[in-house]
């Protein structure tokens, strides 16, 4: 005996009016409208620091820019099908490309570490092996050729 089940499709929630983000929305019109009234106080106030008042507001609208991306980020339809992750959610046809060119990056990334980390070994060993060569040089770009047994004085007359 075998029972059908019907499943609905799933419908996103429609959003209405400004969006998904209304918080981000009305900071930025918030922000603009602030920033007009400002601007506006110093172009028609008549008063001596009037300069101060029309770059505030300039400012203050400029930075309502970001609470506009904010909304408008916020509101970008993706599909589902383009959600895709690295979890489980590849497509099939991607599959061999992808995974070449992640190993290829992989490898180039754990050949540049390590060279790093061989070049920051060997620094170490030679610094702390004794009597190792080690430069020393002063602002005036003189350089002297110096062992880590001989201690080499200079006086310093100011």
Not at 60 to 69: A, E, G, K, P, Q
């Amino acid at each position: 005996m075998s029972t059908s089940v019907q499943v609905e499709p799933v419908m996103e929630k429609s959003y209405e009016g400004v969006g998904r983000c209304k918080c981000s929305f009305w900071f930025a019109v918030a922000h603009d409208i602030l920033g007009i009234l400002i601007m506006m106080v110093g172009v028609f106030g008549g008063l001596v620091i009037h300069d101060l008042f029309i770059y505030a507001g300039a400012i203050i609208i400029f930075l309502s820019l970001i609470w506009w991306v904010f909304w408008y980020s916020g509101n970008i339809d993706v599909p589902p099908e383009e959600l895709e992750d690295d979890v489980g959610m590849i497509k099939l046809r991607n599959k061999g490309l992808t995974q070449t060119v992640r190993r290829m990056s992989g490898r180039l990334s754990s050949r540049i570490r390590n060279s790093f980390r061989r070049n920051d070994r060997s620094f170490r060993e030679d610094s702390n092996r004794p009597g190792a060569e080690v430069s020393l040089s002063t602002i005036y770009d003189n350089t002297f050729a110096s062992a880590t047994k001989d201690i080499y004085k200079e006086t310093l007359s100011i």
